[in-house]
């Protein structure tokens, strides 16, 4: 249990669907992130909600949605997705940001896209 | 451009024995550096960090080392376990306030043979 809780695991959606992927920490950590990793690249940050307000986007398409109701949750709404957008999508979070002491991370989101 | 680089994609090593796996940056302005662990269908787990201000941390079996003037930092594992199987993200990131960013590394396999 690594304290950040990724659901689902594993999700296959084609194209024209829309769903979400949901991350919950309860480690009392007031930044969370998604991070994209794909096949040979280094993991590349999407987006990083501090205390509920998204503090970087970076330069993220717009099918990719994320929402952060609280600072326990965060989601990533997808819509429309392109094949290429296949990847492993990990979310993290961390007391504050960068810091010595790292980030936490989920164990991730497989998402093929069909 | 890559702004943090773990040139070599795999390594294997003799349980028993040394494992060193290398990192290079080209961000002048990073001063914290982490090491993450990985294992298969698990996010990456935070290993051991260094700040700019030191040259070598040290946390039981694992050694980080950082050398500034040639922007490049090592992980030594000592001695090498079958469990250390795993891939290595070296990660980099600037500290002061509003920093959020974490910079990774495509990350380098490590394979301990018994």
């Known amino acids: 249990e690594t304290g950040v809780t990724q659901t689902p695991r594993h999700l296959v959606m084609g194209m024209t669907n829309k769903k979400s992927l949901k991350c919950e920490q309860h480690?009392?950590?007031?930044?969370m992130y998604w991070y994209k990793q794909s096949a040979k690249k280094p993991l590349e940050l999407m987006f990083v909600?501090?205390?509920?307000?998204?503090?970087e986007n970076n330069s993220v398409p717009s099918r990719f949605s994320p929402e952060c109701p609280n600072s326990s949750h965060l989601f990533l709404h997808l819509h429309t997705l392109q094949p290429e957008d296949s990847a492993l999508y990990l979310c993290?979070?961390?007391?504050?940001?960068?810091?010595?002491?790292?980030?936490?991370f989920g164990s991730g989101t497989r998402l093929t896209v069909v | 451009d890559q702004q943090v680089k773990q040139n070599s994609p795999s390594l294997s090593v003799q349980e028993g024995r040394i494992s060193i796996l290398n990192c290079d940056y080209t961000?002048?302005?990073?001063?914290?550096f982490l090491w993450y662990k990985k294992y298969p269908a698990e996010g990456p787990t935070f290993l051991i960090s260094?700040?700019?201000?030191?040259d070598k941390n040290e946390d039981g079996r694992f050694t980080v080392f950082l050398n500034k003037s040639a922007k490049h930092l090592s992980l030594h594992i000592v001695p090498s376990q079958p469990g250390d199987s795993a891939v290595y993200f070296c990660?980099?990131?600037?500290?002061?306030?509003?920093?959020?960013?974490?910079?990774f590394g495509k990350g380098t396999k490590l394979s301990v043979i018994p």
């Open positions: 480690l009392g950590h007031n930044a």
């Open positions: 993290a979070s961390s007391r504050e940001g960068a810091s010595l002491r790292g980030y936490t």
């Open positions: 260094i700040s700019s201000i030191k």
């Open positions: 990660a980099a990131s600037s500290s002061g306030a509003g920093s959020y960013q974490l910079t």
């Open positions: 909600y501090s205390l509920e307000e998204r503090v």
């Open positions: 961000n002048s302005m990073f001063d914290y």
